[in-house]
């Protein structure tokens, strides 16, 4: 249905599905607190959304989006290994403070997503019922 193939609906769904994907690394980092030679993984998200868009006004919160933005579906999500740092003689780098902060982070981002997409779907019902 064309209702929900613009690019607020788009754009959010990408955004839940780069959240959910952090949160499940994140998770796999805290059950691998104490395995011998775990190296912990990071996921970037923002930043990859913030060079999409370089230079170019968007709004979440607005359904209005400029047509020059080329595709903005084509987001990627970013998953490096941090090799660099050891936070135990067993060379495992969990930082578990790190970890509860990112889970965190990662629960309000989503959780703010979902709220964005509740708006589009009271915005949508509201003009349905009149």
């Known amino acids: 249905m064309a209702l929900f193939e613009n690019t607020s609906f788009k754009l959010l769904q990408k955004g839940l599905d780069a959240a959910w994907y952090k949160q499940q690394v ?12 775990y190296k912990a993984k990071s996921v970037e998200f923002s930043a990859v959304l913030k060079e999409k868009f370089k ?7 607005n359904a209005s ?9 084509d987001l990627k999500v970013t998953t490096t290994v941090e090799r660099g740092t ?3 003689l067993d060379e495992n780098n969990v930082d578990m403070e790190k ?12 959780s703010t997503l979902i709220d964005k997409i509740n ?12």
């Open 86 to 88: 050891n936070q135990t």
């Open 99 to 110: 970890e509860q902060v990112e889970l965190a982070d990662t629960q309000y981002l989503y």
């Open 55 to 61: 230079g170019k006004k968007v709004s979440l919160s």
């Open 65 to 73: 989006y400029s047509d020059d933005i080329e595709n903005p579906i």
């Open 26 to 37: 994140t998770l796999q980092n805290i059950a691998n607190d104490s395995t011998p030679y």
């Open 119 to 130: 708006g589009e779907f009271s915005m949508i019902k509201s003009a349905i019922q009149r």
